[in-house]
């Protein structure tokens, strides 16, 4: 078992930068997939970005060359570097532990709200 804290979330302006972070309590080196999602209101969750414990990633078409995933194993905290933020970026992202890169497992933290706005 695993719980997940999300922070760095907030308001920012279109073009801008944020840097997402997610702190497990336990160590991740052998937890193989580790991902970001996001749910706008009234919409799905959906996958943003995954991460291997290798360094592989599988990134969102839509935030492809936009976002960054990392993690940081010996501080067991995965990253999400967003730069160029869009308002359609707005939405709770969530971390996660994931089965692959595509596909969410049953750990979720409680996820931080990003604003994309003027």
């Known amino acids: 078992q695993v719980q997940l804290v999300e922070s760095g979330g907030d308001l920012v302006q279109p073009g801008g930068s944020l840097r997402l972070s997610c702190a497990a309590s336990r160590s991740i080196f052998s937890i193989a997939f580790m991902g970001w999602y996001r749910q706008a209101p009234e919409k799905q969750r959906e996958l943003v970005a995954a991460?291997?414990?290798?360094?592989?990633?599988n990134y969102a078409d839509s935030v492809k060359g936009r976002f960054t995933i990392s993690r940081d194993n010996a501080n067991n905290t995965v990253y999400l570097q967003m730069n160029n933020l869009k308002p359609e970026d707005t939405a709770v992202y969530y971390c996660n532990v994931m089965r692959n890169y595509y596909n969410s497992g049953s750990y979720w933290g409680q996820g931080t709200q990003v604003t994309v706005s003027e």
């Open positions: 991460i291997r414990n290798s360094g592989g990633t």
